[in-house]
Each structure stands twice: as structure tokens, then as C-alpha cells.
């Protein structure tokens, strides 16, 4: 079986459309949320996502800029993503909303060999919120399992491809789809291959993608410009 991993899309059509090139043949696509934030094309993002959910298994949680433009919010952000936000909120359609709000904060999936994973966009301690960054020591990551029962714990929120072994458990992020934070401009996404031995049976990969028509979409839709430049950084 090949479980393909996404995060972190931020309305960025483009970099979705090659990323889903790439996993569109794999048993199952798993998304630890934030789909919309920062780009322009949320509304497209939401729909391209609705669709293909409807035709095939493909399981997405909620993260926290989904949760603050569906339901209103926008405190806690950096101005950049704050004023992306409200933008968010006025442009996207009450269909689209109403499906970020049904996303659902945790998901569990188990594969052809029995091992359970969570999907969970920060952490188990504070679902929304929570940055597990690679650099952390291990008795954090221990203490974030001691949450949770699965095997795996899949997460997004930090843009950054993670793997993290701790005894038989991993945590696992693919990085970021539509704005990747680890200098690496290209979409990011995973694959775990259950044929494969652990605990290595993950492959991150990056793949090109149209970033400056991402970026010119950006600039005409009056959102910040730092927004549409950090994606050629990939940060
Ligand atoms: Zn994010």
C-alpha cells in the first residue's frame, strides 16, 4: 500500500495541481489540514479538494488558518497572515467555509499491515496550535505520544519535512505543498510505503511548480507582497 502525505496547501493552486500529479495513484492521500491561508486561490484549493475526496479515499483535518477563516477569527497571527486572513474570509463562497468548518481536527487511518496513524495538524496537546519542529529534543516528542494511542502521528503547521523515530512510534510531517519554510522553494510531500521495512519506509520529495504564476496571483489580489516572495525563498 502507498499513503501519500500533504500539509500545509495555503490556497496554492498551482503547487496542489503538481503535488497531485505525483500522489494521485497512491491507495490513500492523508492531509494534516490548512488547505487555505497566505494564497490566492482558496476557493479553487477547496473545490479541487472536494472533488477528488468525493472520488477516491482522501482524508484532510483542520488546521488553524482553516479554523480561523471559517469561523472568523484572527487573533494570533502575524499581520501578514492576519490580513490574509480577512481577505479569506470575504472572497471565499459559504460552501467552501462550510467545509473547512466540517473538517474535522483529529483523523485516524490504519493500513494493510495493522499500524495506526493520527493525523493531527499541530500536536496532540494543542491541535491548532502546537509547532513540533524538527529541532526539538526527543522527551518532547515522547511526551507528545504519551497523548495519543496510534503508532504514527502525522502532522503539518510547521512547513518543514520531519521524520522523527522514537522507539517503535514516529512522528511524521512531508512539509509543506503550498509554502514550504525549509529553503527549498518546491512542493513538498511524502509517501510511506508499507511494503518497505520500518521505521524508513517514508520518502520525502519535492516537485517544481508554477510559483510565479502563484505569486502573480498573489501580487493581483492585493495581499502582501512579502506573501508572494517567500514563496521563491521557501520560507
Ligand atoms: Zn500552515
Redesign the pocket.
Known sequence: MRIALIS?V?SNLEALEAVWEKVKKADVVLCMG?LV?YGASPNEVVEFVRERMEERTFLCVR?N?DNAIAFGLDWGFNPYAREAVRWHQRVMTIENLEFLRRLPVRGLFTDDTERSYILIHGSPRAPLDEYLFPWLPDSEFQSVLSYIRQDDLLV??T?VPMLKVIGERRIINPG?VG?PRDGDWRAAYAIIDTKKELPDNVEFHRVEYEVEEAAKKIMEAGLPRFLAYRLYEGY
Do not use: A, L, R, V
Open positions: 500545509d495555503h490548512d491561508g488546521g488558518h503539518g503547521h512547513h509543506g509554502q
